[in-house]
């Protein structure tokens, strides 16, 4: 089992910047990547970046590309996602995800909003 918890969410205005962290506990020795999710209000869940285990590789959504940098520290066991330059269309609950060999893994979310 993987216990995931997300923290960092909030509200800001657009244009600013917010870190979301998510520590990792548990089964991870296995872990393949990790990442983050998000899904606001009436839209389906959507993906937003991931980092390798090892943490040499990532990806991002094209709509948060140049904006979003997702990090990891290993020693802590934790996720982070940089986000700037954030636009009202962020808004959402971002949920971390685990990906390991024959399951996948899921925070309980925090809840970013974004004003105009």
């Known amino acids: 089992q993987v216990q995931l918890v997300e923290s960092g969410g909030g509200l800001v205005q657009a244009g600013g910047s917010l870190r979301l962290s998510c520590a990792a506990s548990?089964?991870?020795?296995?872990?393949?990547?990790m990442g983050w999710f998000r899904q606001a209000i009436g839209k389906e869940r959507e993906f937003v970046a991931a980092?390798?285990?090892?943490?040499?590789?990532?990806v991002y959504a094209d709509s948060v590309k140049g904006r979003f940098t997702i990090s990891r520290d290993n020693a802590k066991n934790t996720v982070y996602l940089q986000m700037n330059s954030l636009k009202p269309e962020d808004t959402a609950v971002y949920y971390c995800?685990?990906?390991?060999?024959?399951?996948?893994?899921w925070g309980q979310g925090t809840q970013v909003t974004v004003s105009s």
């Open positions: 995800n685990a990906l390991g060999p024959s399951n996948n893994y």
């Open positions: 548990g089964r991870l020795f296995d872990m393949h990547a």
């Open positions: 980092i390798s285990w090892s943490g040499g590789d990532t």
